[in-house]
Structure formats: C-alpha cells, structure tokens
C-alpha cells in the first residue's frame, strides 16, 4: 500500500487525543500483551513523565555507594557523547558515499568508463594530462559506435531519458515496496518527531536503507528534487539505529529526541557542506532546542564532527565544503542595485510554489494518481528528462548549474552556454525564465511523489535561473547607458564591471528559499556557508528579509508547515499565538464532555469495563467534585493486573487511587494509589487562552486541566491547542484522510 | 559615590522578593503619589501581566469600527518597525562616529596632523602617494623640535604615557561624577534587564552620553579592554531612548523589553561588524529569542540596518565589515594540527581569567580601592601604558595588533616586528607568552574599574598571542625536522608552507573566547565574521568545542553571569537544571511564612494598616483556606483610592475581593473585586523542583502559587528561584553589599 494512504489515519476533521493512540489497523492495543515499550506509532509523548524518569534514573546513578556513585554518571555522559559522535561520523560518512553514487549514476545516462564499469567520469580519466581528451570515457554512441550524427544524438538521448525512467521507477519501487515512509523529504515527519510524535517505524533501518539507496536513485534520474531534507531523514534514521543499543535511549523517549534533534543537524551539516548552518537550522528550523541549552550544544558537535568525517572521505577530492564557491564577485555594492535585489526579494514565486504544490498534492490524493504512484513517477520523470534535455539550463543536474549560475563571468574561463555573451542577452534571460517556469511547475509536482526528494536544491535552482535574469537585465540596462544618473556610482570606465550577475543569482536564490521555507537566520548562514559570499551578507540578509515580508503577507506558514498540517500531525508551531480575548474556558473540554474516573466508587470490573468502552489515553480522577489526579490508560491497565483475582471479582471492593482522606474502610478499597500521577498540571479557566497556548509550547505538555477552587471544570490536550494553532489553514488533514479512489473503483 | 555601590541594594544572602522592591533610599514608595509608571528600578516586570495589557490594546485597536480597526494596528506595526530601523540606524552610525574618534585620540597620543588638529594620522596623509613619507603628520618630538634621540624617545613616551592617564581618568570622571552606571561592559545588565528586571537609570540618555564619551576615552587610553560590551549598552540606551516616543512600547515593559533585545543584537553587529554574529549573540547569551520567534526576527532586521548604517558611514573608507582578514592562509589543513589546535583549546586560562576577575573585584570592593576609583584607573593606566610601551606586541592598539598576528607571513608585505623571522623563534615566543601573561593580569583588573570596558578585544588579543606562540612552535618543529612521520602529510618541499601560524592565533582567540564567555555558536560565528575565514570554520569549531568543554568542567559560568551572580540581580540562568528528587515543597515559602488576605475580614483601614507594615509585593487572597486569588501592592493601592470616606471610616464594611460565594450581604461589604488576579497560575507542591524551575525560565513567572484541592499550601517567587540557581557560585550577591570600608573610615 503506498505510503500515502498508510501513515498514520489520525485525522478527521476533529481529532480528539485518543485517536492518535489508534494502532496501524485501526483496533485498540490488547490490553493483556505486554507491550514492549510504552508508546505506540501514533501517540504522543508525555514530555514531563519521560524527563521525570530520566531523573530517577540519574539520581538512582548518583546515589550508587562509593566510587559507583561517580563512575555511573560519567559512564552514562560518555555514552551519550559517544552515541552523538559515532552518528556524527556516520552521517558524514554516508553522506559523503551518496554523493559518490549519485555522480556515478549520474554519469552513467552519458556513458561508461571502458576500463571499470564502476568509475564515474571525473575518477575515469583522473590519470589524464590537462588538455588531453579522456579516451577512457566512451559516451553510449561511442560504445555502440553508431557514425551518423543524428543517430547519435537519438541513442544519447533514448539512453538519457531511459536511465532516468528506470532510475526514477526503482526508486518508486523500492520505496511503495518496502519503505512507503522513506518518500518525500521527511522534515514535516522529523519535525513532528522532535516535538514528541512518536512514529517509530519512520526511523526503522528498512527506511533508512531505502531511504538513502533511493535518494541516490532519484537524484540521479534528473528530476527537480534534492537531496537535503531526505539526508536529515537518514541522518536520524542512524540515530535512532544508534540508539537502540543503549539503554538510556532506548527507553527513554525525550532522550531519545535529543539525540535525533543532534543528527538532524549533522544532516543538514552534510548535506549542505554546512555544518553553522546544520546547528542553525535545527535551531530556528526544527524549534528544538529552544529548550535545552545543552541539545544546541550537542547538535554543534555532532554536526561538526560530520562535516569533519564528510571532509576527511573528501567524496571528489576538493577537500573544500563549500559547494558553489562564488568568487570574483566585486566586493563593493552599490546603493541603486537595492532596487534590483529589492525586485528579487519581493518575488512572490515561493508563495505561489507552496500553493501549487499543495494543489497537487490534493489532486494527487483525489484522484486516480493515488492507485499508481510509481507510474507517476515514471510518467514525470520521463518528462522532466525530455524537458531537461531540450532546455539548455536545465540538462546538467540541479547542482552544477547552480554553480554555473553562480559564478562570475571571467574571460579567461570557459563561458557557461554563452551567459557571458552580452549580445546574446536577450535569449539568456528568455531561457532562464523559461527554466524557472518550468522548473516550478515541475518541483511543484515532484515533490510529494513516491519517492524520496527534498526541496532545497530545486527552490535554489528556481531562484538561481531568476536571479541571474535580473543580474543580466540590469548589467544589460548599464551597458546602454552607463552615464544614466542611477549608475553614476559605478566606475567610469564601461569596460569595468559594475554588476555581478553571478551574485544576482545567489540572491535569487536565497530570496526563493526564504519564500518557500520562511526560514531567516539559518538560510542565511547556509548560503553564505554554500556559497562562501561572506562579504556579501548584508545583501543576502536584506533579500532574505523582504522575501519573509512579502511571504508573510501572502500565507505565514512555510512549505514544512503546510505538510505538517496536510498530514495533520500533532505538531505545535512555534507561533506567536495571540488570542482576542478568549479565555481558557473557550479551548477546555468542560467537565460534562469528559469521562472522569470517580474514586472508591469503581470496582475493578467495572474499571475494567470503562477502559474498554473509553478509548481516551487517561482520565482525570475526582472525589466528589475536588480534582485528586490523573491516571493514564497505560497505569490502568498496569493496576488492574497486580489486583488480585479475588478483588477482581468483589463488586463491594472499590478502587481507590488517592488513600489520603479515604472515606471507606480500609478491609472494602483496592489501594491503586501508587498509579495516580498527582503533580498534574492545573490552571483557572480564567487564564487568557494565550497563555495556555504558551505553556503548551513551551512546556512540551501534553493536557492541562482546569480546575477552580479545587474541583475540576475542564480539561484541554494538546491536539486541542495543534488544531486551534492550525484552525487558519483550509487543508488540514487533508492527507490523512481516505483518499477518495472509490469512483475509480466503481468504474472498473 | 561610585557606582559599585550605588547598584541597587538589593542583595544580602537571603533576599526576598519585597527587597527588590525597595527605592534608591530604602524607603517604600509613598502611597499616595500618583506613580506614573508602574514598576520601580530594582523591581521584577510581571510578563503574564504586561502581556495580558497588549493583548487587551490590540484588542481594542482591532475592534474599531471601520478602516480604523484596519489601519490602527497596521499603524502600530509600522511604528514598531519604524523604531527598529531607526535604532538600528542609530547604532550603525553612533558607532562608526566611535570608530573615528577613538582613532584621532588614540593617534594624538602620538603626534599631531600640522594643517588640522582634528584630522586622525590616516586622514591627515590622505593625499599622499603610495612610498612618499608623510609630512603633515608631526610627531610630539618633531612639533616641539626636540633633535636628541634620547629626548624625543622620552618625551614620546612621556605624553604618551601621559594622555593615557589623562584620557583614562577623565573617562573615569565622568562616570564618577555623571553616570555610575556607565562603568564595567553592561552586558549583565542587560540581561537582567531583557530577563525582566527593572534598571530604567542603567537606560537614561544620560548614561548613553557618559558611556559614549567615556568608551572612546578609555579605548583611546591603551587600557586593556574593549568596546564591544559597552557599545550593546550604548545601542540599548538609543534603543530605550526611542521608545519613550511610543506610548507602545513606554508603558509596556515586556514590548520594551522586546525592542531592546532587537537593539542589543544590533549592537553586537556594529562592534563585531557581525550582523549574523549579533543576532546569534542575542539568541545564546542574552537568551531573548528562544521564547519569541518575532523578537529574533526584529533582532535580525536591527542588526542588519545597523550594519548597512556603518557600511554606508564608512568611517575608514574600507568598506568592509570584516576588522581582521585572514588570507594567505592555507586552504588545507592537516591531521596532525589537531594536536596543538585542542592544546589550544584544553587551555583553561579562560577560567583563570574569570577567577582572577572576580578575586580583584571582591578586593576592590572590600579594601580602599573602593573609595578611590578613579585613582585607581589612573594608575593602572600608567602602569598599562608604561608596560605596553616597553613590550613590543602591546604597544599598539589591541585591533592592531590582533590584526597583524592574524596575518599569514608573506614576502611581499612588511614583516611585524620580526615574526615572520624563522631565526628570531624563540624570541618571538618568549615575547607573545610574556605579552599574553601581562594582558591576563591587566584585563583581570582593568575589567570592573570605574571605567566603560568591554572583555571582548583583550580575550581576542591574549587568544591571538597564546595562538600565535603555538603556532610559531609547531612551525618550529616541522622546520627542524620536516621529515618526521608526523609531517609526511606536509608537503615534500619543505620551503612549502605547511602550518599557517596566523590561523593559530584565530584559534587561540576563539578558543580563549570560548573559555571566557561560554559561548559556542555564536561565538563560531563572529569569529569568522571577523576574520573571513569561512573555510576554516571546523578548526575553529573544534577548539571552541574542547575549550567549552575543559572549562565547563572547572566552572560552569562564563564570565557575565559571575557578574550578575555578584551584583545579585534576578535572572534566571538558562542551565538545564535537574533537582536531585526535590519536590516543589522543598522550594516554596510554605502557608505560615506568607502574608495572606482573608477575604472579607479586613476593613479597608485594616487592609491599608497591613499595606504599611508588609512590604511584599503582593499579597495571596483566601477564603477559608480556600485559594481565590493573588492581589498586588499597587493593585491594592489602586484600590483603596477609589474607596470613599465614609466606607474607609467605617469599620463594619470588609474588603471582598471576590464577590462570588460573598458570606456578607452586600452593604457590609467594599466591592474590590475588579482588582483581583483570579488567573494565578497554581501546581501541587509534589510537582518535582525541576519542573517549577523549568515554569519560571520558561514562562518569565514572577511567582507560583502552590495549592492542594483549592487550598493555599505555599508560594515560590522569581527570587527563591534565582537563589537555587545561583547557590553553586561562592561569591553572590558579593557586589551588592555595602563596601567594607570601615576600617579605613575608622583609621582617617
């Protein structure tokens, strides 16, 4: 079954708690297994309950007698820096070997290398003078020695769209076959994670191995798609692999999370050669380390560390990290090309490429698309392919054109496709917004199919094509008249330069990219980290700047957002929320629609039988009206097993979770006290709903409950606060729901 | 009286909340004055409250009628954005005009430009050739025509000696006499203050004057220090200057708050010329953002402004932000550097400096030195400028000199003072130790005088040395045996450069700033903005990385939180803290410590008697022992205005706060009951500690109620919670006691 229609069916339009604790088939968990651990795919974690047994552990460590008692913790400290710097170097590692896979597929919808089939073109002809012709490298017509010059071109091109079809179609393969989760990018799903989704099956080896083989596959079809956000879904999938063999992990989920918010960093440190902006990202990005001043600090290290192992397996032997290194760029920038950067800042292309991409992403689900994913990968990469080979700037994959675009002109380096050709600028910038337009329409569909793809690279692609437009027009415009009042600041001599339009790309670029992710501080560092442009930030952050207004304006969540809300995972953004007025009262389930467990009034059958007919994850416990706890379905169901057979079977017994102030004797009451959580959260329903909404962020809590005087009135949890923060936008949960094939199926 | 002491008293070893209440003579405000804003220096904001009064404004701009309610907001909006641009303008030119006159004085310290005394030496040869000496530049030997060697060299020295007192103790002065609150870097300040304290006097434009003023004259008088702490206090002060212009952000602290934070980054971006690093500045040190996504956003639009502002001044005609170029280094770095760079970075003279820091200043204040600030400034700057007169590496100003031991050795270039010399190594090392040696003990002292100073450049410069003398080393070593098998990685040719000892001393400062401040990202990220070393950035997060490391391991606070745990202010430190077991019990003042109001029993003669004689903040209201609400001081205040005469007289007529659930009919009871807070925030007391603690830094509470079933058991304030986390440091609260200076009183 694709992945589409098998995450988690958690949303219908009102989504109450309970339904995130459904399993895969929709039936509650038994509730006699034993279940392993204690959260199943689907729930949500309790932030507070985790952190409350990583404290007794630590203290139970502590408080080990003698030497023990201090050997224990720095034991425990080295095997979490252990854990975090073997994920560090696995991520550099294997994102290091994925580029050497991708080139050679890449490499292989030319041609081969006649001495070994597994050499890619560049380490083909290493051995070969400067100048000299690689013999080595046979192109496909070469090696079928076709002579006619039209039959060349046609087997060229049969292979090269060929190879990509196949390559595209494996990857769709191997993904609806074995890992529906390992499609698209995975941030939205690590996103979710971090903030306590619990979605185990996301991070399984099984993904992490179709992940990476068909990130490499589909990289290398040609299709408008990159590898970042899919590298941040490996990069965990390690650590979670990681994390398995210890025990500090393992059972314990908010530590887990931290170690996975680590390698979310070294991701995107790898995938980006970019190891501030990795730390910076999984900062603004990611929102997780906002709370724990020691996260950042481990992300930091671990995204060092991969960077380090990354640079040490020096993949293409540059050693350099930096990918599209702008140089010769003029140092000095001038007040009047604000206009020109301003234009490009203000582009609302990233806005409409969301909206688009959303479109899609609803009629794919709505259609008869949704039976046949891997035909539709096939379908788009055959045309991407065909595109991709007849328009000029899109043939050479998305990352050497992107430093073509980026670079220069310098007359003593060969011209990419005569973009330094001032008479041929017309066409230029008619080819280059071509290559845009296409360009977004095909990322737009692209991303989102069966198949693993991240939307940086494209997005940096888009921006690229439409910055060096720009550049060109305005070097163009300074050409015909460079004694305009407006160029009076440039150098007098026409024959100098002025303009950069290599630069006018890289700020097209992160003008896209702030419009597509809304990201500010990170974006900024990861260009500069990308392009090495560190003179030229100030006009990076200004372009970054406007593109975030303009976005802002047109629709405030970013494209990572959008997918959350789609998919309709409890993920709390981290907005600003401001109410009108409302209160608590107006968010809180009140008392009347919530089942609260009256204490000592319950037999143990009984209590039994109100956890069958109740789905909820817990229940409050009162006495009379007075609020005594809380108690989870799990502890429940733990309780009743230690009671007795023949307490089980006396109706006169009652349970009773809190003994202080009991009103039975003590020979009629079950003691299940030990299981009530008392240390619940309370608050008036008179608190404004901001802060509410606040407590829920930045607490990471799970259910508030409101209480007055003592007696409970209500109770809000936090998918009340996820669909209260995504009330705004008109697609929530449009992809957990059944996809609509039902016409499909009648027809046929 | 100098401002050490003059701080506010607000720290004995057991402070109460009320203390921090106290005016600047110890009494209470009086009752009837009409304050006219709400909060008194030396107070705590109440966020919640401040927040809720926004939220209450918005509202009622939204619900005009009409366009108003469209446009009133989008007014608010632009004028909030009108303030950040104009700060960030603000701060961008005041400080390139800094710049500029910090050069001229420091560069009358050695002559005098012949046609225009107010011309620096660099604007003074401005029209001269390249090669051609510079006539119009006269030093003080030649403007005074003294011929002999030995006297033109003492009279050199002599004023140069003597402008540095001159200078030092003027600035001195000025702080003495006019703004004791312009002394010291004002980062702990600020911090407290963005945290929630109330400093308004630390803001006045008076101090930003004094503060101004006094930088460039202790920048100028060669005193160990830097301009980078002050000038965040600087752009704060504009900031703050600017908002009493907008009644939005004048009678809102928390959006005041949230402006200055904007300001602070746009400060660290002018001093640095870092827009990035003062962005990320904000976000790890102040601990501002991490609650409020739009504040990072302000933050990074103020700080790019500011940077644009000094670019366009210009003040040196560069137009460069970056201070200390690195080039020439080499792009490859080697294995085998790993060595020295985490010998570098192991160094734990970043902790020896916070702690003789806080040894001189604990003498400062309980010896003499107290009573004679300004005598001492001049003579540690003789001493300062005697000793760097004669050692050859600090007799030029710390920016100079840091930027030429960041300089690669190149042929072409004039060598600094022999050290690129491979014959004068040991020399050279001698002398960078020695140099760094001096400046450790000159900082440790100079840092805290009477005087504006920043701890910044000189970590930057004692780094540089420590790194430079590494670096010379290492060289050393591969000189005399470049075959060695830890050399093979070199190239063959040993004429070849191999180790970059300029990059050493990058490192070295980064790895010494990280020993200082504890910071780790941001710190990575000025660094390179500084220096440009973008492709160098994993070494430097290595050393940054081990540094944090080793010195986390000998103290866990950088040095600005040393100096707020001294001065005792209530900031809560963004540690992750983890309880042992505690619960909230063990944290809070329990029911019989409090002051409470029981509900209708006191009469408002009785209710003002008790307003005497307590000086608490506030005041929790019960009924029974049932919990209704909390009550502040000025609420209570507010309250008994409105009460007429005749009520007030009378002594039958109870105060009810609450009118639901009243006992007395209505005409025995005053109607208070607008004036209570019913939205407190409660928890059980077996919440554990952590938990309490994690509310406060994350919520910005001022206080917690503790209640069980509806009844009051206890309360936790802002400060209960600032003691715990400061109660691992020996010397809190040692500045903000009174001086010890009685025995010298006693002796005179």
């Known amino acids: 079954m694709p992945s589409a229609k098998s995450a988690p069916r958690n949303g219908q339009a009102h989504v109450d708690e309970e339904l995130y604790e459904l399993t895969e088939d929709g039936r509650l968990p038994s509730d006699n297994s034993k279940v392993p651990r204690k959260y199943h795919d689907g729930s949500s974690i309790d932030w507070l309950h985790e952190e409350a047994v990583e404290r007794e552990r630590i203290h139970a460590l502590r408080s080990q007698a003698g030497a023990r008692g201090l050997l224990l913790p720095l034991l425990e400290s080295s095997r979490m820096w252990f854990v975090v710097i073997m994920a560090g170097v696995g991520i550099g590692i294997t994102g290091a070997w994925l580029d050497v896979l991708v080139k050679w597929l890449g490499d292989l919808r030319e041609g081969r290398c006649s001495y070994g089939f597994f050499y890619n073109q560049v380490a083909c002809c290493s051995g070969i003078d400067p100048g000299d012709k690689c013999l080595d490298w046979l192109t496909w017509s070469e090696t079928f020695n076709i002579q006619s010059l039209f039959g060349q071109s046609l087997l060229q091109c049969f292979i090269y769209v060929l190879l990509a079809i196949v390559f595209a179609g494996s990857a769709a393969l191997l993904v609806e076959s074995y890992a529906p989760y390992a499609f698209h990018t995975g941030i939205p799903e690590i996103k979710a994670i971090l903030g306590g989704y619990v979605f185990d099956s996301f991070l399984s080896p099984w993904t992490l191995l179709i992940k990476g083989v068909g990130l490499a596959l589909a990289v290398a079809s040609g299709l408008s798609l990159g590898k970042e956000g899919p590298l941040v879904h490996v990069a965990c999938c390690m650590a979670f692999g990681l994390s398995r063999f210890f025990k500090q992990f393992h059972h314990n989920e908010a530590q887990k999370r931290k170690l996975l918010a680590a390698a979310a960093a070294a991701g995107v440190s790898v995938a980006f050669g970019s190891p501030l902006g990795g730390v910076l990202f999984g900062l603004e990005e990611l929102d997780t380390f906002a709370s724990e001043t020691d996260v950042m600090w481990r992300a930091f290290v671990a995204s060092a560390i991969a960077a380090v192992s990354l640079q040490w397996v020096n993949p293409f032997g540059t050693a350099k990290l930096v990918l599209f290194q702008v140089n010769n760029a003029i140092d000095v920038w001038r007040a009047f090309e604000l206009i020109p950067w301003l234009g490009l800042g203000v582009g609302v292309l990233g806005s409409v490429l969301i909206k688009m991409n959303v479109e899609v992403a609803l009629y794919r689900r709505n259609s008869y698309l949704s039976n046949w994913p891997v035909l539709e990968v096939v379908c788009v990469s055959a045309i991407t392919a065909a595109i991709s080979y007849l328009v000029v700037f899109s043939r050479q994959a998305n990352g050497t054109s992107i430093a073509n675009l980026f670079q220069e002109c310098d007359p003593t380096k060969p011209d990419y496709h005569g973009l330094c050709n001032p008479t041929a600028m017309w066409e230029n910038v008619f080819l280059l917004i071509l290559t845009a337009i296409i360009k977004i329409g095909l990322t737009a569909w692209t991303f989102g199919m069966m198949i693993p793809a991240g939307i940086f690279l494209p997005t940096i692609a888009i921006g690229a094509c439409l910055g060096r437009a720009v550049g060109l027009l305005t070097q163009g415009l300074y050409r015909a008249y460079p004694k305009a ?264």
Chains 1, 2 share one sequence.
């Open 485 to 748: 009042w407006i160029f009076l600041s440039c150098p007098p001599d026409p024959s100098e330069r002025c303009i950069s339009p290599g630069f006018y790309a890289v700020l097209g670029a992160s003008a896209m990219l702030g419009g597509v992710t809304r990201m500010t501080i990170s974006l900024v560092v990861i260009v500069f980290e990308l392009t090495g442009a560190l003179s030229h930030v100030l006009p990076i952050m200004i372009c970054v700047m406007t593109s975030k207004w303009v976005g802002d304006a047109m629709g405030k969540d970013g494209i990572y957002s959008v997918w959350i809300a789609m998919r309709h995972y409890p993920w709390l953004p981290p907005v600003d929320y401001r109410d009108k007025g409302e209160t608590g009262a107006n968010i809180m389930k009140s008392l009347d629609r919530l089942v609260v467990i009256k204490d000592e009034t319950l037999s143990a059958k009984e209590l039994q039988a109100l956890l069958q007919k109740y789905t909820y994850n817990g229940f409050p416990i009162v006495r009379q009206t007075q609020l005594v706890g809380f108690v989870t379905r799990d502890k429940i169901r733990d309780a009743l097993e230690t009671v007795s057979a023949e307490d089980y079977s006396d109706r006169m017994k009652k349970c009773s979770f809190s003994t202080r102030d009991s009103l039975l004797p003590e020979t009629s009451r079950i003691d299940l006290s030990g299981y009530l959580e008392e240390a619940v959260l309370q608050l008036r329903k008179e608190v404004p709903q901001e802060l509410v909404v606040n407590m829920f962020q930045k607490l990471n809590l799970r259910r508030i409950l409101f209480t007055h005087a003592g007696e409970l009135t209500g109770m809000t949890t936090k998918t009340d606060i996820v669909s209260l923060l995504m009330s705004h936008f008109p697609h929530t949960a449009a992809l957990s729901q059944q996809p609509m094939y039902s016409m499909w199926q009648r027809a046929s």
